[in-house]
């Protein structure tokens, strides 16, 4: 029995803050459904932002695939920027704005 491909999100993790991003950075990326149930995560160096980002999830595990959101937070020296809001997941490649919550 052949099994189904992976379900593949692929993005760039960014912020509008001219802020320098030195080596070291982690961008964690998680994808998640509309009842907060994480189907797949990673953490990524972050040598440069915008990141991009690829998440890989099985969809036996996906309940509704044009429901799903993602969730993102860097952390870096100069402070930590989050996602405020879920993000819904776009045709193609998911934008994710990220915003300063922690200095």
């Known amino acids: 029995m ?4 992976l379900l593949t999100v692929h993005g760039n993790v960014f912020f509008r803050e001219r802020v320098a991003v030195r080596p070291g950075v982690i961008a964690t ?4 459904d509309t009842e907060g149930e994480v189907l797949a995560a990673t953490a ?48 193609g490649s998911t934008e994710v704005l990220v915003t300063k919550i922690d200095d």
């Open 29 to 32: 990326v998680k994808l998640v």
């Open 2 to 5: 052949a099994s189904a491909p």
């Open 44 to 91: 990524i160096d972050a040598p440069g932002v915008p990141a991009e980002f690829s998440l890989h999830v099985d969809p036996e595990f996906v309940a509704d695939p044009e429901a799903l959101l993602i969730w993102a937070v860097l952390r870096t020296e100069a402070g930590i920027w989050g996602t405020t809001e879920l993000v819904p997941l776009t045709s």
